[in-house]
Every structure is written in structure tokens, then in C-alpha cells.
């Protein structure tokens, strides 16, 4: 499946991601962050996308309003977890490439951690 990008395995996986367009990759990421947070919870796809793309909780934050996400928006459960409203995840995809070296292969390293997923997403 060249055209979508997938593959048999995660190797294979990110090289494909690699031949991708910035465009196809930040849609792809930003597709991705929405549909695990409907499937998993905002804290599992906050937490995921910390750790997939290299961050601490503190970068997250300034990833998240470097994006477009208001820092009033960011907060925390119950637990003390670190979430954000789900409809503004699209604004770490933007946020990341501005605040981060290396932003493209943090999203591809996102998004290949979350390759096992890509079949129920």
C-alpha cells in the first residue's frame, strides 16, 4: 500500500513515512491524534504522543501554544494527568514542527509508535 504509506511492519513503515510529503505527514498525525483520543481517552493520546515524540510535559505545553492551542485549555484529570480539550490536538502537529528540532521525524516517530494502532484507528 505505497500510496497510503503502511506497511507490513514498523521498518518498512517509517521509510515509506520518510518518502511522504510534510503536508501528507501532518495530516496523517493530525488524524491520528483524533482518532486515538476517541478510541483511547485523551490521557492515553496525550501521554502516547509525549513519549512517541520526545517530549516532557513542560515541552508539550509550549509544543501545544506554539501550535494555535490557547494555555488556558491545558490542564489536568482527576489523577493529575496532563490533558487538553480533544479537538485541539491538531495544534500539536504545528506546534512541534515550530518548537522542536527535528519536528518531521518526531511526528514519523509518532506516528510509527502508534503503527500496532493504525488497524483500529
Not at 497510503?4 to 521498518?11: I, N, Q, V
Not at 485549555?73 to 490533558?83: E, K, S, Y
Request: proline share 4%; with cysteine.
Amino acid at each position: 500500500m505505497g500510496a497510503t504509506g503502511l506497511a507490513a511492519d514498523p521498518a518498512e513503515y517509517r521509510a515509506r513515512l520518510r518518502e511522504q510529503s510534510d503536508e501528507q505527514i501532518d495530516a496523517w498525525a493530525a488524524e491520528l491524534l483524533r482518532d486515538l483520543a476517541v478510541r483511547q481517552g485523551i490521557v492515553t493520546t496525550v501521554s502516547g504522543f509525549i513519549g512517541s515524540a520526545g517530549l516532557d510535559e513542560r515541552s508539550f505545553e509550549r509544543v501545544f501554544a506554539a501550535g494555535g492551542g490557547a494555555p488556558a485549555t491545558i490542564g489536568r484529570d482527576r489523577a493529575g494527568h496532563l490533558i487538553v480539550p480533544a479537538v485541539t490536538l491538531h495544534f500539536l502537529v504545528p506546534g512541534v514542527r515550530r518548537e522542536t528540532p527535528n519536528g518531521r521525524d518526531r511526528l514519523i516517530d509518532y506516528l510509527v509508535g502508534c503503527f500496532h494502532e493504525m488497524v483500529y484507528a
